[in-house]
């Protein structure tokens, strides 16, 4: 039972290039996030999938995309880099009624 | 005005003293509460949640909830070098989502 995985751990862009970050969770869990985490921030919610199939915008979905690929998989997709978009990217999933949220172990991505 | 507000720090403790973290929230209808840990360059970790107003024990560790106030404490008793990271805050608002406050740094001294 790995949880929730994350690929790749590290990431280098240049401005305008394009990437997916993928995730993956083996919990059986309905809902999926994916968030940003900046230095004094917090995590910030950019996207969610409350259920397989559906998705919706969190609080700084500009610049990103997502893909509910299956339930087990939750892609998040970066068309045109910008170096403000550098920041460690969290995925989570949940399946309880309490909406604990089991986290990924983020990827590290530095825009230049 | 931030929907979890928690104050940023350090907090520095000395080891065996009580560590106490505040959260407080401003959705009154808000109805689970968590408190994460997260060590440096790793991903945010549950400790503790609670739902109900009063305390919870789990260990070293007593989550407080007072709903009429609208805030959330975690108290880290006999405090250890151990527990030295950032701790979040994070409340249920709405639709499945947590909302995470900014976390708070806390280092114990040896």
């Known amino acids: 039972n790995a949880g929730v995985t994350q690929t790749p751990k590290f990431q280098v862009l240049k401005t305008g290039q394009s990437m997916t970050l993928q995730c993956a969770q083996d919990m059986n869990h309905n809902s999926m996030y994916w968030y940003r985490q900046d230095p004094g921030m917090g995590l910030r919610l950019i996207y969610y999938?409350?259920?397989?199939?559906?998705?919706d915008k969190g609080e700084v979905p500009n610049g990103y995309n997502v893909s509910r690929l299956n339930k087990r998989e939750f892609s998040l997709r970066l068309e045109s880099a910008a170096p403000s978009q550098t920041s460690v990217y969290f995925c989570a999933s949940t399946g309880g009624g309490l909406n604990e949220q089991f986290f990924g172990p983020g990827t590290r991505l530095t825009v230049l | 005005q931030k929907e979890v507000e928690q104050n940023s720090g350090p907090l520095s403790v000395p080891e065996g003293a009580i560590a106490s973290l505040n959260c407080t929230y401003s959705?009154?209808?808000?109805?689970?509460f968590f408190w994460y840990r997260q060590y440096s360059g790793k991903s945010p970790e549950l400790i503790m949640f609670?739902?109900?107003?009063g305390d919870k024990e789990d260990g070293r560790f007593t989550a407080q909830l007072n709903k009429a106030s609208q805030y959330v404490s975690l108290l880290i008793r006999d405090s250890q070098p151990s527990d030295s990271a950032t701790y979040l805050c994070a409340v249920r608002s709405s639709a499945r989502q947590l909302t995470f406050g900014s976390g708070t740094q806390l280092t114990v001294l040896p």
């Open positions: 609670i739902y109900s107003n």
């Open positions: 959705d009154r209808g808000s109805q689970s």
């Open positions: 999938s409350a259920s397989e199939g559906t998705t």
